[in-house]
């Protein structure tokens, strides 16, 4: 597997960079083939462009397709404008969670901390100095000739995609606001120790892991039948733990407590009209699919009015 390390310039992606992307894709396929016109166009320095390219393609909402990036139907969907388009200004936080699953689980080039933190990181705990020990490890196994700085720029880029920023008093930056994960809180600061006799500290972190009602019973079985589709497309049947604790799982990427996954499949029957059964039984714990359903019809349902029985 090939991972990505760079190539986000160290700027997590902001609010306005995907619709402002998707319109000038829409417009000129080519938009990012011209670094001095793609200033002109997106009205940010170059940097911010190759951040901006690095992300659009990151997040799934397009792909390239030399000379330029075709928009991809999942991109098309949530950020056309008008009644086509699900959410095209990022106001939803379902959509949010949509684009941490396709960052999350993208198979081209996949981004390693992404990959490795959410899928392999198992300490209850997240602290730079240990993930960066990690980090290493990893990368020398892999034979990968990766500088420090880089792996410490892209822990920090993957860190404030989803933590507010700070300042030297602790408080809140106000371009917090830019990153539009840090709505998900799936990772909280708990606190803080000391690193060394100097008294300097560094802040620790966690995975928010529990119940995650704004992940909605529509959306979490888009993300199964895409999670089935990539990882298992020939299996008819799926254990739990499969489900729950697999890489790319949506237990895994969405770091949902067993009991609410459990919960969350034995609904599933219903709102998937059958297509997925879940059977429990003292021997065995399993997910069936008879069915399949189109990607965009099960994107489509995550934004329909809610109707609950």
Known sequence: MSFRFSGHETFPFRYAWLPKAFRALDANAQTFADEEAAIVTLGVGKNMVRAIRFWVQATGIAEPSPPGYTITDFGRAILNDGEDGHDPYLEDVRTLWLLHWHLATQQEEPLFAWHFLLNQWQHPEISRTEVLRAFRTE???????????????HFDTFLHTYVPTRGAKGDLREDNLDSPLVELEIIQKIGERKLDKTGKREAIYAFRREAKPEITPELFHYCLDNFWQKQHPHEKSLTFRAVAVAAGSPGQIF??????????????????????????????????RSGEDAPQDLLASIYKPEVRP
Do not use: M, W
Request: net charge positive.
């Open 255 to 288: 770091k949902l407590p067993e009991p609410d996954i459990r919960e969350r499949l034995v609904r599933l029957a219903t709102h998937s009209h059958g297509h997925f059964q879940y059977q429990e039984s003292s021997t065995t714990q399993q997910i069936t």
């Open 139 to 153: 990368v020398n196994r892999q034979e990968r000739k990766l500088s420090d700085v880089t792996l410490q720029q």
